[in-house]
C-alpha cells in the first residue's frame, strides 16, 4: 500500500515582498509603454525623412534631366556653329584659324570704338 504525504507551508510576515513584487511589475511596464511611445515616435520621423529624401531625390532626378538636356542642346548648338564657321572658313578661302583671329580682332575693335564714345 503506498503511503500519503502532506505538505504545508506556512508564510510568516507582512506582504512586504508581494507589494513591492507589485510595483517593480508596475514600473517595468510603464518603462516598457515608454520605450514602445518612443520607438513609435521614432519611426514616424524616420518614415517622414524617408519621404524627404524620396522627394529630393525625385527633384534631383528631374535637375539632372533638365541638364542633361540643356547639355545635349548646348552640344548641338556648339557643333552648329563650329559647322557655321567651317562654311564660312572654306567660302573665304581662309583657315578656321585665321576666321577666328578675324572675329577676336573685330571685337576687340567694337570695344575699344565702344568705350570712346
Avoid at 539632372?64 to 564660312?88: C, F, H, K, S, V
Amino acid at each position: 500500500m503506498a503511503r500519503s504525504y502532506k505538505t504545508t507551508f506556512i508564510i510568516d510576515g507582512d506582504s512586504s515582498g508581494a507589494v513591492q513584487a507589485q510595483r517593480n511589475v508596475r514600473n517595468e511596464s510603464q518603462a516598457l509603454t515608454r520605450e514602445l511611445e518612443n520607438a513609435e515616435r521614432q519611426n514616424e520621423e524616420l518614415s517622414a525623412s524617408f519621404e524627404s529624401v524620396s522627394r529630393r531625390a525625385t527633384q534631383l532626378t528631374t535637375f539632372l534631366g533638365a541638364t542633361a538636356a540643356a547639355a545635349g542642346t548646348l552640344a548641338t548648338r556648339q557643333t552648329l556653329a563650329i559647322t557655321e564657321q567651317q562654311n564660312l572658313a572654306r567660302t573665304l578661302d581662309v583657315s578656321v584659324q585665321t576666321l577666328q583671329e578675324w572675329q577676336f580682332a573685330a571685337n576687340g575693335v567694337c570695344q575699344h570704338s565702344c568705350h570712346i564714345k
